[in-house]
C-alpha cells in the first residue's frame, strides 16, 4: 500500500518540482515564453516557440508515415496471420521498440543521414521542390531524418495497441460480417470501425512517445532554432535543447527557462497518455464484459 | 431469379486482396529497418570489438585505440543504484497490485504506472537533476542512479504484478487454507513461485534503463576517467556512444558503433529470455 502511494506520489511530485524550478522563468515571461521566437543565453532572453514549432512538426511527420503503417501491420497480427507467422513478426515488433533511442540516433547519423543526402532529399527537391516543404539544399539532418527515425521509433506501440484493440472485438463480429458474404477486407473495415476509439488512443499513445523522444532525435533533427516551412531544413524540438543545453546552462534564467520547457513536456505528455490511456482501457473493457 | 453480379463481386474480391497485399507490405516496411538497424550494429559493431574496448580507458583525444572499461563499470554501477532505489517501490507495489489492487484505488495506481511509463526520460533526467544535483552541487552518479531507478518503476511494477497474477489461485487458496496468514503466503508461497518471472521482469526494466541516455546527461554527466565514487561524474555506454557518434574522429565512430553492439546484444539476449520464461511457464495461461 505504501509502495503502491509511491509510485502514485511520485508524478505528482515530479510536478511540483518542476514547477518550483521554472517558478523563475515562469514569472518574467508568463504566456510570452510560449510564442517567443528569439531563444539568446548571452541576452538571457528565451521564447520557446521553434523548439515547440520542431516537436510539433516531427512528430507530426512521424505520426503520417507511421500510423497507415501500424494499421496495416495490426490488420495483419489479429485478422489475417495464422498464430505461427503472428508470433514471431509480433517479436520482432517488439523487439524494435526494445533497441536504445541512442542506437537510432547512432543508424540515423551513420546510415540514415547520408542516404537521405545523397539521394532522397535531392530526388525530393528536384521532383517536389516547388512545394514550400521541399525547399532548400539537402542536408541530410533535419526535420526529415528526425520525422523518419521518429515514426520507426512509435511503430510498435501504435501497432501493439492497435492489434490489442482489434483483438479485443468478438469475433461474432467477424462471422456475423463474413457470414451475409463480406469479403475479408469487409468485414476488416467493420472491425477498424468498431475499433475506431481504441485505435485514436493507440495513435495518441505514439504521439506521446513521439513528442518526448530526445537522443535519436536530438542526434538527426540538425539542432537549429528557426522556424522554417521545408521539412529539409535543420530544426530543433523541446525534448533536444533540453539535452543539448541544459548541462552548460549558465544564469538562473537558463535553467529555470531549460525547466519550464520540461514541464510543457511533461504537461503534454501526461495529458496525451490520459486521454489514451482512458480511450483503450474503455474500449478493451466494454468488449471483454460483453 | 436474381442474378449475381459477377462483375462486381469481382471487383470486391480484388480490393480485399489489394489491401491483404497492404496489410502485408506495412509490415515488410517495418521489419525493414529492424534488420537494418541489427545489421549495420552487427557489421560495424564486430570490427571495433576486441579485448582492448572492454578492458582499457579512453584514450586522449587525437590517439586511436583505446576502450571503454570505465563506461562499462559505470554503467553496471549506474544500473545497481537504479535497482536500489526503483525495485522494492515496484516489487512492493507490483505484489500489493496484484494481491489486493482490485479496487478503485488499484485502478487509480495502475492507471499512474501506465502515466508514469509515458513520461520522457529526459523530463526524469530534469527532475533527478532538480532532487539531487542542485543540493549536492554537483553532479554525480548518484543522480544517475535517481533518474533510471525512477524510470525502472512502471516496467518492473506492471511485470511483478503480472507474473503475480499468472501464480495458479489455487495455490494460493491451498495456503490460506491450511492456515497461513496473507503476508507469509504473500512471502512464502506466491513470490518464490513467480520469482522466475520477476527476475525476467526486473531484467528487463534493466535492460531498458541500461539503453537509457537523455536523463543521463546532466545527472551523471560522464567522465573519461576510472571513477566508482558515487558523489561524481561517471561515464556510462550510452552517453559514450552520444559522444563518440558526433565526433568527427573515425576512431571514436568505430567504438560508438562497438558500444552500441554490446548494448544490442544485452537487450536482445534479456527479451529473449522473458519471452522464453514467461512462454515456457505460463504459456498456457496467456492470450
Known amino acids: 500500500m505504501f509502495f503502491a502511494i509511491i509510485v502514485f506520489g511520485l508524478v505528482f511530485l515530479m510536478a511540483y518540482e518542476m514547477i518550483r524550478g521554472?517558478?523563475?522563468?515562469?514569472?518574467?515571461?508568463?504566456?510570452?515564453?510560449?510564442?517567443?521566437?528569439?531563444?539568446?543565453?548571452?541576452?538571457?532572453?528565451?521564447?520557446?516557440?521553434?523548439?515547440?514549432?520542431?516537436?510539433?512538426?516531427?512528430?507530426?511527420?512521424?505520426?503520417?508515415?507511421?500510423?497507415?503503417?501500424?494499421?496495416g501491420i495490426a490488420i495483419f497480427l489479429s485478422e489475417l496471420a495464422p498464430p505461427w507467422i503472428e508470433r514471431p513478426v509480433s517479436f520482432m515488433v517488439e523487439l524494435l521498440a526494445a533497441i536504445p533511442s541512442i542506437v537510432y540516433g547512432l543508424w540515423g547519423i551513420f546510415v540514415l543521414v547520408p542516404w537521405l543526402r545523397t539521394s532522397v532529399e535531392p530526388f525530393l527537391i528536384k521532383h517536389l521542390g516547388s512545394l514550400?516543404?521541399?525547399k532548400g539544399a539537402p542536408y541530410g539532418f533535419g526535420m526529415l531524418a528526425a520525422g523518419i527515425i521518429l515514426a520507426i521509433m512509435i511503430l510498435p506501440i501504435i501497432s501493439s495497441i492497435s492489434r490489442d484493440v482489434l483483438r479485443a472485438i468478438p469475433n461474432s463480429q467477424r462471422e456475423a460480417a463474413l457470414a451475409i458474404g463480406a469479403t475479408r477486407w469487409e468485414s476488416t473495415k467493420i472491425i477498424l470501425a468498431g475499433g475506431k476509439s481504441g485505435l485514436l488512443g493507440a495513435a495518441l499513445l505514439g504521439l506521446g512517445r513521439a513528442v518526448g523522444e530526445t537522443m535519436a532525435v536530438t542526434m538527426v533533427i540538425g539542432n537549429r532554432a528557426e522556424i522554417s516551412a521545408s521539412l529539409l531544413d535543420p530544426g530543433h524540438s523541446m525534448a533536444?535543447?533540453?539535452?543539448?543545453?541544459?548541462?552548460?546552462?549558465?544564469?538562473?534564467?537558463?535553467?529555470?527557462?531549460?525547466?519550464?520547457?520540461?514541464?510543457?513536456?511533461?504537461?503534454?505528455?501526461?495529458?496525451?497518455?490520459?486521454?489514451?490511456?482512458?480511450?483503450?482501457?474503455?474500449?478493451?473493457?466494454?468488449?471483454?464484459?460483453? | 431469379m436474381k442474378k449475381i453480379n459477377y462483375e462486381k463481386?469481382?471487383?470486391?474480391?480484388?480490393?480485399?486482396?489489394?489491401?491483404?497485399?497492404?496489410?502485408?507490405?506495412?509490415?515488410?516496411?517495418?521489419?525493414?529497418?529492424?534488420?537494418?538497424?541489427?545489421?549495420?550494429?552487427?557489421?560495424q559493431g564486430i570490427s571495433a570489438l576486441n579485448l582492448d574496448f572492454f578492458i582499457h580507458m579512453p584514450k586522449p583525444v587525437g590517439e586511436t585505440g583505446g576502450g571503454m572499461a570505465n563506461a562499462l563499470m559505470g554503467t553496471a554501477i549506474l544500473i545497481g543504484l537504479g535497482c536500489l532505489f526503483g525495485l522494492p517501490v515496484s516489487i512492493f507495489a507490483g505484489i500489493y497490485l496484484a494481491e489486493h489492487g482490485n479496487n478503485t484505488f488499484g485502478q487509480i495506481v495502475r492507471f499512474f504506472t501506465d502515466v508514469l511509463s509515458g513520461i520522457p526520460s529526459i523530463v526524469v533526467g530534469v527532475v533527478a537533476y532538480i532532487l539531487v544535483v542542485v543540493p549536492m552541487k554537483q553532479y554525480s552518479a548518484l543522480a544517475g542512479g535517481v533518474a533510471l531507478g525512477i524510470l525502472m518503476i512502471p516496467t518492473a511494477t506492471r511485470t511483478t504484478e503480472e507474473m503475480i497474477r499468472l501464480v495458479p489461485h489455487s495455490l494460493r487458496e491451498a495456503a490460506l487454507a491450511i492456515g497461513l496468514p496473507q503476508w507469509k503466503t504473500t512471502l512464502r508461497?506466491?513470490?518464490?513461485?513467480?520469482?522466475?518471472?520477476?527476475?525476467?521482469?526486473?531484467?528487463?526494466?534493466?535492460?531498458?534503463?541500461?539503453?537509457?541516455?537523455?536523463?543521463?546527461?546532466?545527472?551523471?554527466?560522464?567522465?573519461?576517467?576510472?571513477?566508482?565514487?558515487?558523489?561524481?561524474?561517471?561515464?556510462?555506454?550510452?552517453?559514450?556512444i552520444y559522444d563518440y557518434a558526433k565526433a568527427p574522429f573515425e576512431d571514436w565512430n568505430r567504438q560508438a558503433w562497438g558500444a552500441a553492439f554490446v548494448l544490442i546484444v544485452l537487450i536482445f539476449i534479456v527479451n529473449m529470455t522473458f519471452r522464453f520464461v514467461t512462454r515456457g511457464r505460463y504459456g498456457d495461461h496467456q492470450n
Open chain 2, 189 to 240: 508461497i506466491i513470490l518464490p513461485t513467480a520469482l522466475k518471472g520477476i527476475t525476467t521482469g526486473v531484467l528487463l526494466a534493466i535492460a531498458r534503463a541500461a539503453g537509457e541516455t537523455a536523463p543521463l546527461l546532466f545527472t551523471a554527466l560522464g567522465n573519461r576517467f576510472w571513477s566508482t565514487d558515487l558523489g561524481h561524474p561517471m561515464a556510462s555506454l550510452t552517453v559514450f
Open chain 1, 22 to 71: 521554472s517558478e523563475l522563468s515562469l514569472q518574467k515571461f508568463g504566456w510570452k515564453f510560449l510564442s517567443g521566437t528569439v531563444w539568446d543565453p548571452v541576452a538571457d532572453v528565451y521564447g520557446a516557440l521553434p523548439y515547440i514549432y520542431g516537436t510539433l512538426t516531427s512528430s507530426f511527420l512521424a505520426m503520417v508515415l507511421a500510423f497507415p503503417l501500424s494499421i
Open chain 1, 132 to 134: 514550400p516543404f521541399f
Open chain 1, 240 to 290: 533536444s535543447v533540453i539535452a543539448n543545453e541544459f548541462a552548460e546552462a549558465t544564469t538562473a534564467l537558463y535553467s529555470s527557462s531549460l525547466i519550464e520547457i520540461a514541464l510543457i513536456l511533461f504537461a503534454v505528455t501526461i495529458i496525451l497518455n490520459v486521454i489514451a490511456r482512458l480511450i483503450v482501457w474503455s474500449i478493451t473493457k466494454k468488449f471483454k464484459t460483453t
Open chain 2, 9 to 43: 463481386y469481382h471487383w470486391r474480391k480484388i480490393k480485399s486482396t489489394t489491401m491483404t497485399a497492404l496489410s502485408i507490405m506495412s509490415v515488410v516496411i517495418a521489419v525493414i529497418p529492424l534488420f537494418l538497424i541489427f545489421f549495420y550494429t552487427l557489421a
